[in-house]
């Protein structure tokens, strides 16, 4: 009863603050009509005080929302609701990081695009560094880009910000949501390593910390302005990481924090150098201080370096859905191949969008990534199989399959068959059989973290009985 009751207060105080939050938006709107028009000090101080109020109300709803989902865990915590709450806060989590890392990733290739692609030198003002035509959507634009800064800055000026905080913050949530909430089932495999879960989720948040101060470091050598010399090193240190993640972690998860590594650092350079160096730019232009070109030098070298990590962060975020990569002898090796491949791949685009023609570029790309097709590739000539009939492979999945795919699990954590794989009759097992070949033959990634200890010869038995058909007689 005390429950409800506080849950309905927090579902009230979170309309209540949204409500506010809208009335505060629409006055805001009105001050700013009014002060285009007469342009009073006290529009000015009302604006001010408006918006320090907004960001006390967002802070509002975040805390609430927080507290309300604090509230339902701690509600459904051991019932079947639990994993449904986990699943959709999944869902919302995960939308929400793909949208924002959209917008983000957009604005960073649309930037990169402008910069290689601006006229340079017909017909170019001399306070400008260049200009760009462009058609989308049905109309047509015209952008300049200054040398430095215009003589006046303009009041509504569009900052990117946002989307690379919000990208993060989902990211990590999302990590939470997956990895760290059920760290003995997703994050640890024991056959790996067999680490305390505290650990292992103080392991990983304390190696994104620690992968930005190297690279920051690193950033503030000489080296940072002699291109391959500072990519190659660079890469070393994300090679130690992918090395050291693989040794720590599930391979499923070891990716996912190379990805995570990397995105936190494109995250924080744009938190700890590219919005700083263009808030002092904006400052000193608004001052009519000269203004250093270092600062948006070095904010367009981090946001370059972002670039490319762009590709090498969308393969992590869609490698799960590919056994075949993680679920490999030495994950760790096909995560740098294919990360090397991808961010060369960006490195031809980027030369192409300037109107550099490279002749090696692209093809040794190409040569890399299927290298990484070859590396993951089975083998084939698996070895040969004497005649296995389905009353030996049937009790094998029943023995290590069952505990979890089947309608009424009973492992400890899967309480729902997980993706809806059941493995109750012979129909079921015949019907998946070429995903068994998949995950228990290739690329061993199930049983999930071998949870229940299935061994190399029961491998193989269920490999013949699918090579020679899979037949249930
Ligand atoms: C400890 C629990 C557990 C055990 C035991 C287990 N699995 Fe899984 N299985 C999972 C989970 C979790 C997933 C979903 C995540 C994934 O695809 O890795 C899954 C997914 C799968 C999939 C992919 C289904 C799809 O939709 O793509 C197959 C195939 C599969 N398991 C086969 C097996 C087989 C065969 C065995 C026994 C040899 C087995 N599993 C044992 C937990 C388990």
């Given amino acids: 009863m005390l429950f409800s009751l506080g849950y309905i207060a927090l579902l009230l105080v979170l309309v209540l603050l949204i409500r506010t939050t809208y009335s505060v938006a629409v006055a805001m709107r009105k001050e700013k009509a009014l002060e285009n028009s007469t342009d009073g000090p006290e529009n000015a101080f009302w604006l001010e005080k408006m918006a320090e109020s907004q960001g006390f109300l967002y802070f509002g709803i975040v805390l609430t929302i927080v507290s309300l989902l604090g509230y339902t865990y701690f509600l459904v915590l051991g019932t079947p609701w639990e994993r449904h709450l986990m699943e959709w806060l999944n869902i919302v989590v995960r939308l929400m990081h793909i949208t924002f890392g959209i917008a983000w990733i957009g604005a960073s290739f649309y930037f990169v695009f402008l910069e290689n692609a601006l006229n340079r030198t017909k017909d170019v003002r001399d306070e400008l560094a260049g200009n760009l035509w462009a058609v989308h959507g049905g109309g047509f634009y015209y952008l300049e880009k200054y040398k430095v800064a215009p003589k006046?800055?303009?009041r509504d000026l569009h900052w990117f910000k946002y989307e690379a905080y919000f990208t993060w913050i989902s990211g990590i949530a999302l990590m939470f949501v997956v990895y760290y909430f059920n760290a003995s089932a997703f994050l640890i495999d024991k056959n790996v390593l067999d680490i305390?879960?505290?650990?292992a989720i103080a392991l990983g948040i304390g190696s994104f910390a620690f992968a930005w101060v190297l690279y920051d470091a690193l950033c503030k050598t000489p080296l940072v302005r002699k291109g391959i010399w500072f990519a190659l090193p660079g890469?070393?240190?994300?090679?130690?990481?992918?090395y050291g993640y693989a040794h720590v972690f599930s391979a499923r998860a070891a990716y996912m924090h190379?990805?995570?590594m990397l995105g936190t650092i494109m995250a924080a350079n744009v938190f700890f150098n590219i919005i700083p160096a263009q808030k002092a730019m904006v400052k000193a232009a608004k001052d009519g201080l000269p203004l250093d070109p270092m600062l948006g030098k070095n904010a367009g070298l981090r946001s370059l370096h972002n670039n490319y990590f762009t590709l090498p962060v969308l393969f992590v975020m869609v490698s799960n859905h590919f056994p075949s990569?993680?679920?490999n002898a030495n994950?760790?090796?096909?995560?740098?191949v294919i990360s090397l491949g991808v961010a060369g791949i960006k490195h031809y685009l980027n030369l192409r969008e300037k109107g550099e023609i490279s002749v090696w570029v692209a093809p040794v790309s190409v040569l890399i990534l299927l290298s990484a097709v070859m590396l993951t590739a089975p083998a084939l000539d698996p070895g040969a199989c004497k005649a296995v009939s389905f009353a030996e492979v049937q009790p094998i999945i029943t023995k290590r399959c069952t505990s979890c795919h089947s309608s009424k699990p009973t492992d400890d954590?899967?309480?729902a068959p997980p993706n809806g794989v059941?493995?109750?009759?012979p129909a079921d097992i015949v019907k998946m059989k070429d995903k068994i070949m998949e995950r228990v033959v290739i690329t061993l990634t199930m049983p999930q973290n071998n949870k229940t200890g299935m061994t190399p010869e029961e491998r193989n038995i269920v490999r013949c009985w699918i090579e020679q058909g899979a037949s249930v007689k």
């Fill in 152 to 154: 006046v800055i303009p």
């Fill in 196 to 199: 305390a879960p505290g650990w």
């Fill in 235 to 242: 890469f070393l240190i994300a090679a130690g990481f992918a």
């Fill in 258 to 260: 190379f990805g995570g």
């Fill in 325 to 327: 990569t993680f679920g």
């Fill in 331 to 336: 994950p760790w090796l096909v995560l740098l």
């Fill in 413 to 415: 954590t899967w309480t």
């Fill in 422 to 425: 059941v493995y109750d009759t």
